[in-house]
């Protein structure tokens, strides 16, 4: 597949692994306030880098994530869009409550955001499936059994953008790694249980 940049970063291919590099203050959401009585939310930003090809129909994309969580909302992603204002990214991420989580932001417009489950240590897998226009957010943690964290709806059209995400809202970037990336053009059964 022949993959292309939007905010274009640096990026290292080494085996099965893409390195993408995060630059500084960088993310991809679209809100409509940054600040309440107490504590800071996410920034209107969406300058972070994003490695992508176009896909038409149904699919599966799957990646294993890595990457140090050195400062707060840094996450490796994988991202489903339709253009500015209509997407949405599957992340493991360094949240505001100091844990390691599957995290994930739909974006119609404003985005949203929800923690989902906490994992130990530095490496998850992410998947997202589409049916239509309907799509299912997944993660594991060994690379075997899947979970849902999420299913929605994007009004998108039969051809839409994906891809990974590297991103440091709050930080000074980073590197962020996606091994064993695969993308098969196929309609999971059960788009809950991602298969």
Same mark, same amino acid.
């Given at each position: 597949?022949?993959?292309?940049?939007?905010?274009?970063?640096?990026?290292?291919?080494?085996?099965?692994?893409?390195?993408?590099?995060?630059?500084?203050?960088?993310?991809?959401?679209?809100?409509?306030?940054?600040?309440?009585?107490?504590?800071?939310?996410?920034?209107?930003?969406?300058?972070?880098?994003?490695?992508?090809?176009?896909?038409?129909?149904?699919?599966?994309?799957?990646?294993?994530?890595?990457?140090?969580?050195?400062?707060?909302?840094?996450?490796?992603?994988?991202?489903?869009?339709?253009?500015? %204002?209509? &997407?949405?990214?599957? @992340?493991?991420?360094?949240? =505001? !409550? *100091?844990? $390691?989580?599957?995290?994930?932001?739909?974006?119609?417009?404003?985005?949203?955001?929800?923690?989902?489950?906490?994992?130990?240590?530095? %490496?998850? &897998?992410?998947?997202? @499936?589409?049916?239509?226009? =309907? !799509? *299912?957010? $997944?993660?594991?943690?060994?690379?075997?059994?899947?979970?849902?964290?999420?299913?929605?709806?994007?009004?998108?059209?039969?051809?839409?953008?994906?891809?990974?995400?590297?991103?440091?809202?709050?930080?000074?970037? *980073?590197?962020?790694?996606?091994?064993?990336?695969?993308?098969?053009?196929?309609?999971?059964?059960?788009?809950?249980?991602?298969?």
């Amino acid at each position: 597949m022949n993959f292309q940049w939007m905010n274009e970063s640096k990026l290292e291919k080494i085996g099965n692994k893409l390195i993408l590099t995060a630059p500084p203050k960088t993310d991809f959401f679209c809100g409509s306030i940054s600040e309440c009585d107490e504590g800071v939310l996410p920034a209107a930003m969406c300058n972070a880098p994003y490695y992508y090809t176009e896909i038409e129909g149904d699919f599966v994309l799957r990646a294993k994530v890595s990457h140090d969580f050195a400062s707060v909302y840094d996450s490796c992603a994988l991202m489903v869009m339709q253009d500015m %204002t209509c &997407w949405g990214k599957l @992340c493991y991420e360094l949240t =505001d !409550f *100091g844990t $390691h989580a599957i995290v994930s932001v739909v974006t119609k417009g404003d985005s949203d955001d929800a923690n989902g489950v906490d994992l130990a240590g530095s %490496t998850a &897998w992410l998947q997202i @499936c589409r049916v239509g226009n =309907d !799509f *299912g957010f $997944h993660y594991s943690a060994d690379g075997e059994h899947f979970y849902m964290t999420r299913y929605f709806t994007l009004p998108v059209d039969p051809a839409v953008k994906v891809g990974l995400v590297a991103q440091s809202p709050q930080g000074e970037g *980073g590197l962020r790694i996606f091994e064993d990336l695969t993308i098969e053009r196929k309609t999971v059964k059960n788009i809950r249980a991602g298969r």
